[in-house]
């Protein structure tokens, strides 16, 4: 049995989405400048130095050139109001440390090098605790993570001043996640620039790391949820562990950003 963060996933993304019509563009590798804005200096040093042990983020050859060429992808979907589908996924690295496959804070890096007042929604099925360490407590955004209660990385319980996080149960489906979803950009408030979406499918029903029983077609009214915001847009790719499902999942967030819905009162 292979390991859940395999090539198999995004490839099968990639490839539906081209049949869709979707274009593509190639990012180059984030500099240093860009990566130094979200991680300390010695965070840079071990990636760069393989000089580091995790077990969910093995120390591969080159890795510091993919995991630059991630947070690249992030910077190019920010500058294009696009969608990155790179790899190595980002939500769980912090100014200090890796883990959960992640390297650098790819939507991080973006919103940090944009300046701009960001809303950032978390709808992978794991905490982004990296991405909650990055912002806590900056005035220029605001963090919200919808997540399974009691999963990796065991963060997430609470509010903590402008991150607001939603633990959820195991399967609660789409009319639970949807409404609040809705709460949850209700209490963020107007204000923000941009809206970054942390974009997970692991939420669908039958993911082995963090279902919460969702169908395809609710990605489509989670996007439409988040297109009702009217803020410009762009998304980088976290989780999401069933293959066959990227695609379609991927594609129903798109298509409902792209329809919108009245915001949320």
């Given at each position: 049995?292979?390991?859940?963060?395999?090539?198999a996933?995004?490839?099968?993304?990639?490839?539906?989405?081209a049949?869709?019509?979707?274009?593509?563009?190639?990012p180059a590798?984030?500099a240093?400048?860009?990566?130094?804005?979200?991680?300390t200096?010695?965070?840079?040093?071990?990636?760069r130095?393989?000089?580091?042990y995790?077990?969910?983020c093995?120390?591969?050859?080159?890795i510091?050139?993919?995991a630059r060429?991630a947070?690249?992808?992030?910077?190019?979907?920010q500058?294009?109001r696009?969608?990155s589908?790179?790899?190595p996924?980002g939500h769980?690295a912090?100014?200090?440390?890796l883990?959960?496959?992640?390297?650098?804070?790819?939507?991080?890096v973006?919103?940090?090098?944009s300046?701009?007042?960001t809303?950032?929604?978390d709808i992978?099925?794991h905490?982004?605790?990296?991405?909650?360490e990055?912002?806590h407590?900056?005035?220029?955004?605001?963090?919200i993570?919808?997540?399974?209660?009691?999963?990796y990385?065991g963060?997430?319980?609470?509010?903590?001043?402008?991150?607001l996080?939603y633990?959820?149960?195991p399967?609660?489906?789409?009319?639970?996640?949807?409404e609040t979803?809705?709460?949850a950009l209700?209490?963020?408030?107007?204000?923000?620039e941009e809206l970054?979406?942390s974009?997970g499918?692991?939420?669908?029903?039958?993911?082995?790391?963090?279902?919460?029983g969702l169908?395809v077609?609710?990605f489509?009214?989670?996007?439409?949820?988040l297109?009702g915001t009217?803020?410009?847009?762009?998304?980088?790719l976290e989780?999401?562990?069933?293959?066959?499902?990227?695609?379609p999942?991927a594609d129903?967030?798109?298509?409902?950003?792209?329809e919108?819905?009245p915001?949320?009162?």
């Amino acid at each position: 049995m292979g390991h859940p963060e395999g090539p198999a996933r995004v490839r099968a993304l990639q490839e539906y989405l081209a049949r869709k019509g979707y274009p593509f563009l190639e990012p180059a590798p984030a500099a240093d400048e860009d990566l130094l804005r979200v991680h300390t200096p010695a965070h840079l040093r071990r990636v760069r130095e393989r000089d580091f042990y995790d077990p969910d983020c093995p120390a591969y050859p080159e890795i510091d050139f993919y995991a630059r060429l991630a947070a690249g992808g992030a910077l190019l979907a920010q500058e294009r109001r696009g969608f990155s589908i790179l790899r190595p996924p980002g939500h769980h690295a912090g100014p200090d440390f890796l883990g959960g496959f992640c390297y650098y804070n790819n939507i991080a890096v973006a919103v940090r090098k944009s300046g701009k007042r960001t809303l950032v929604v978390d709808i992978d099925g794991h905490h982004g605790n990296g991405t909650e360490e990055v912002f806590h407590g900056d005035p220029l955004v605001t963090y919200i993570s919808l997540h399974r209660m009691y999963n990796y990385p065991g963060t997430g319980h609470v509010p903590r001043g402008n991150c607001l996080n939603y633990p959820l149960p195991p399967r609660c489906g789409k009319r639970l996640y949807v409404e609040t979803l809705e709460q949850a950009l209700a209490a963020a408030g107007p204000g923000h620039e941009e809206l970054a979406i942390s974009a997970g499918f692991d939420t669908y029903r039958d993911d082995p790391l963090a279902s919460l029983g969702l169908e395809v077609d609710a990605f489509y009214d989670i996007g439409s949820v988040l297109g009702g915001t009217g803020l410009p847009t762009y998304l980088v790719l976290e989780g999401g562990y069933v293959p066959e499902v990227m695609g379609p999942a991927a594609d129903a967030l798109l298509q409902g950003l792209q329809e919108g819905s009245p915001p949320p009162r």
